[in-house]
């Protein structure tokens, strides 16, 4: 006899674990067995990348690893299309896709070279701190020459004053994070307007940017 729940708008929950269940990426997985808490964290930092970029048409994500934070974006906007420099993660995307939800994901290094299409927007999360210092305005200009005239741009980066509590995993990768007068810096070399935000934990917010765990860039109108 086939199971319901008690409360038939639950019933839901069971058709989808038969016929549709989720498979977790690469690295949210390894996020869910090793510091649950972050895969919060991470959630959010995509929900305040969707309501900065809601309503826009295309928009390009860069260094999207297993995409599992991509789909808050694609709430959002009308089309996304996720790239990341290694094979490893983009076939895990493309091994989990979902019909209802349509994504785009390509094998591209930005440091090499803009994705030759013309986009609303582009954004990226927990990049820039693994990119080399003597790269980031390949990088951060590439990206910018990805996007229209008048398109944003997006940057989410974990603070250098929060480097002191990075785990040792974290700590490995990053060889780049930035003081928010650092990113501000970096960003105003590529675009006019540079609106900087604090975050800690999921909170974002306009305070003391050396008390920021995490930090915000939102640029428009390149140079």
């Known amino acids: 006899m086939e199971a319901h729940t008690k409360e038939p708008q639950y019933d839901r929950c069971l058709m989808l674990a038969r016929e549709r269940p989720t498979q977790m990426g690469l690295m949210s997985n390894q996020v869910w067995h090793d510091d649950p808490k972050r895969l919060g964290f991470v959630l959010a930092r995509y929900k305040f990348v969707a309501k900065m970029l809601s309503g826009m048409d295309r928009v390009l994500e860069v260094g999207c690893a ?50 030759a299409r013309d986009f609303d927007a582009a954004y990226s999360v927990d990049v820039l701190e693994h990119i080399q210092a003597a790269d980031e305005d390949k990088f951060i200009g590439n990206m910018a020459r990805s996007i229209s005239t008048h398109g944003v741009c997006v940057i989410g980066t974990p603070s250098l004053e929060s480097q002191a509590y990075a785990s040792p995993g974290s700590k490995a990768g990053h060889v ?30 306009t ?9 915000f860039a939102v640029c428009c109108s390149k140079r």
């Not at 990341?84 to 290094?109: M, S």
């Not at 780049?176 to 934990?201: A, I, P, Q, W, Y």
């Open 176 to 205: 780049n994070c930035k003081t928010g007068t650092g990113l501000r810096e970096l960003m105003s070399r590529h675009f006019r307007n540079v609106f900087l935000f604090s975050m800690n934990d999921e909170v974002v917010h």
């Open 207 to 215: 305070g003391f940017q050396k008390m920021a765990h995490y930090l």
């Open 66 to 115: 297993d995409a599992f934070g991509t789909r808050v974006v694609q709430q959002e906007v009308k089309q996304v299309v996720a790239t990341d420099f290694d094979p490893v993660f983009v076939e895990d995307v493309n091994r989990r896709k979902d019909p209802d939800w349509p994504l785009e994901c390509l094998t591209h290094d930005m440091v090499g070279g803009p994705l």
